[in-house]
């Protein structure tokens, strides 16, 4: 039996070690909070602000990566973690805001939840048309002969960004989308110049590279690019419905892509008039159900997203797919799996 100076002895051991875990413990918390609380900070005094742009469909870890990359935030982790806590995660909206280095990751927040958009921009939102382009600008206030200008290609004999496009193609699929700040001297055709300034930063060497690598010229990856765009918004799908249409056009399969078949509805003036199934059947040189390759010219413009699924599509061997009404895209080798899975999740969407 142990003495009562051994039992005292271990006794002290043990209440040694216990006050060490509590200290140690509370050190770690300490630390950890104290980490926290620094990385909710501005990031610096700088007051100047500076544009940033949440697009539709993004997601939480996405926005902290160019809010970081923005050098708007300390770090990504511990901004998902703060807008997680507050339970501000399904609030935040899609829009261009002004921002500052001097905000604090609190003042972001409210900012991108409250939808305090940036006042005097012009927007070129994603995926749209360029008559689509036409009306905004139209409804921003410039004239119907100064749009027609700022739309003409011939405004722009020795814009890079136009290289690769044809001459006697309009300017669809070339204007990026983007904020503008306007002032009270601003011209549509300084909006549209600065457009494809954007665009021209997208289009570098190694990613027409990446498009020769794969058969197409600029002008043809563009056109992909903006199919793609219209089909999905997530950039992992996006790479996929690439691959997808990338084999279909190795084997040679249709594209039959429904984005397309809208779009000759469209041009045509009858897109309202039309069933989902009479628009998926509508004759029109754009519509890839009825015609092979790629259709005459893009259907869109387009993002680094798109373009960047062109050029890497992904390491994957799918031949359909379908989005659902849920918003997740349905992946499948066979016409069967295809159907099926277009009868579980595609109702509304598909017309059913």
């Known amino acids: 039996m142990p003495s009562k100076s051994h039992r005292k002895r271990w006794m002290k051991i043990l209440v040694i070690a216990i006050l060490a875990t509590v200290v140690i413990g509370g050190g770690v918390l300490f ?5 926290y ?38 770090n990504k982790q511990v901004f998902q973690q703060y807008v997680r806590n507050n339970g501000a995660d399904a609030d935040i909206k899609a829009g261009t805001y002004e921002l500052s280095p001097s905000y604090s ?14 006042s005097n921009l012009i927007t070129i939102p994603p995926g749209v048309r360029i008559d689509e382009i036409k009306e905004m600008l139209l409804n921003k206030g410039f ?42 001297e601003t011209k549509a055709q300084e909006i549209i110049e600065l457009s494809l300034d954007e665009m021209n930063k997208r289009l570098t060497p190694s990613i027409q590279e990446a498009f020769a690598s794969r058969g197409f010229s600029t002008h043809q990856a563009i056109i992909l690019s903006s199919i793609v765009e219209k089909e999905v918004s997530n950039a992992n799908d996006r790479r996929q419905v690439a691959q997808v249409f990338l084999k279909r056009l190795g084997i040679p399969m249709n594209l039959e892509s429904d984005a397309t078949a809208k779009y000759g509805a469209v041009l ?44 890497n ?3 994957t061997d799918w031949l359909y797919f379908v989005s659902g009404d849920d918003g997740t895209t349905y992946f499948s080798n066979t016409l069967e799996q295809h159907q099926e899975l277009t009868r579980q999740y595609c109702q509304e969407l598909c017309g059913n």
Not at 57 to 67: N, R, V
């Open 31 to 35: 630390g950890v909070r104290r980490y």
């Open 37 to 74: 609380n620094e990385n909710l900070k501005p990031v610096s005094s700088t007051e100047q602000l500076q544009e940033f742009t949440i697009p539709v469909g993004s997601a939480l870890p996405e926005i902290a990566e160019s809010l970081k990359e923005a050098t708007l935030i300390r």
């Open 105 to 118: 990751v609190q003042d972001i927040v409210e900012i991108i939840t409250e939808g305090k958009i940036a």
């Open 143 to 184: 004239s119907a002969s100064e749009v027609d200008i700022a739309l003409d290609p011939a405004s722009y004999p020795d814009h890079p960004a136009l290289v690769a496009k044809p001459k006697d193609a309009t300017l669809e699929g070339y204007l990026y989308p983007e904020s503008f700040q306007r002032t009270t």
């Open 268 to 311: 045509a003036g009858i897109d309202q008039t039309l069933s989902y199934s009479e628009t998926l059947s509508y004759n029109s040189p754009y519509n890839t159900y009825q015609n092979s390759g790629l259709p005459p010219g893009p259907i869109s413009n387009v993002t680094e997203s798109a373009l960047n699924a062109v050029a």
């Open 313 to 315: 599509p992904s390491n």
